[in-house]
């Protein structure tokens, strides 16, 4: 029997990475947060559709919380350093875009953005850019010679590349063309829930073909039951990608967005992140995530939830990081 002590043991031992958070990091109530639910590792999104300038301030701006949040968060650069989180009782954030727009055209700027501890990169959000298409786009074409050219130098410099919001055209051909595994870090099986924002089983066949990880993704739309969502309902999506692709490439991608507000939602809808238009989604004012699981200090419930379905110890610890863990060794070293 499983009791909320040994299932709370598993976690508190556990490597926990959450494949994609993008709360207002602005926010006081975000750290104390991940602090609260124990996350080892995450992968902030610190740029969406903001170009090479803007991105720098975003730097700039991280420089700032690292200093003013020592004590519970350090910077994300290699696999060791999530080691070393877990060690120091600290989350280590990984510094991570969701969409390569902030090179603009110029490909140097990969090298200066990895130097300044840029290591997640998604190809394209939601629709084109000069790298490839993203799933929203009218048309997929795939990669552009730009974009295979993006993945390669990404691949040598150690940048993990993401390909969530990203076109299935593209996202196949990106799959092909990296030497080094990549991830889908905040999807669930459009078999499960039919929405472009899913990913189609050939694209999940061929993630893992190349090693990848999937992260489960909270988001409530992706859900069975939408806003009516509870922990389990999410738990349910995690089943169903393990079942599909096996328990060695299925992590955690809760993409909360913690503190953010009903404009975030419309700028992140924008076309090109500028005109807002009608969103594609139903979004409430506030969002709010699924029901017992709203934020990261709810993580810890996830242990208790997969545990009394039956996985073991060493399952749901590869569940909650231990396989992004993997992936982040072989990419970034």
């Known amino acids: 029997m499983v009791t909320a002590e040994s299932a709370r043991k598993v976690y508190d031992d556990a490597i926990v990475i959450d494949g994609l958070n993008v709360s207002l990091w602005s926010s006081p109530n975000v750290y104390p947060s991940l602090s609260a639910g124990g996350v080892t590792a995450i992968n902030a999104t610190m740029a969406i559709w903001e170009g090479f300038q803007e991105t720098l301030d975003r730097l700039a701006g991280w420089s700032g919380r690292f200093r003013e949040h020592a004590g519970t968060l350090s910077q994300g650069r290699t696999a060791d350093d999530i080691l070393k989180a877990k060690a120091d009782g600290k989350t280590a954030v990984f510094l991570g875009w969701q969409n390569a727009s902030p090179i603009e055209n110029d490909l140097d700027r990969l090298l200066l953005f990895y130097d300044l501890g840029v290591r997640v990169i998604q190809?394209?959000?939601?629709?084109?850019?000069?790298?490839?298409?993203?799933?929203?786009?009218?048309?997929?074409?795939?990669?552009?010679?730009?974009?295979?050219?993006?993945?390669?130098?990404m691949n040598e410099l150690g940048i993990l590349v993401d390909l969530s919001h990203v076109g299935d055209r593209t996202t196949m051909e990106t799959i092909e063309a990296s030497d080094k595994p990549v991830a889908?870090?905040?999807?669930?099986?459009?078999?499960?829930?039919?929405?472009?924002?899913?990913?189609?089983?050939?694209?999940?066949?061929?993630?893992?073909?190349?090693?990848?990880?999937?992260?489960?993704?909270?988001?409530?739309?992706?859900?069975?039951?939408?806003?009516?969502?509870?922990l389990a309902d999410y738990v349910d999506a995690i089943e169903d990608l393990i079942e599909r692709v096996g328990i060695d490439h299925v992590g955690i991608g809760t993409d909360f967005c913690q503190d953010q507000p009903y404009s975030f939602f419309q700028y992140l809808f924008a076309q090109q992140g500028t005109k807002i238009r009608p969103i594609p989604l139903p979004i409430p004012d506030p969002h709010y995530h699924p029901h017992g699981f709203e934020g990261p200090d709810q993580m810890p419930d996830l242990a208790r939830e997969l545990m009394g379905r039956g996985y073991s110890k060493d399952d749901t610890s590869k569940i909650l990081g231990g396989n992004f863990l993997r992936l982040f060794r072989e990419v970034m070293g």
Do not use: Q
């Not at 997929?140 to 295979?148: V, Y």
């Open 123 to 153: 190809v394209t959000y939601n629709e084109r850019n000069l790298l490839g298409n993203g799933c929203y786009e009218r048309v997929d074409d795939g990669l552009s010679n730009f974009g295979l050219d993006a993945v390669k130098i």
């Open 184 to 230: 889908f870090t905040h999807c669930n099986a459009r078999s499960f829930v039919d929405h472009v924002r899913n990913k189609p089983d050939d694209a999940l066949k061929a993630l893992v073909e190349k090693g990848g990880v999937v992260g489960a993704n909270a988001w409530p739309s992706f859900l069975l039951k939408g806003y009516e969502s509870e």
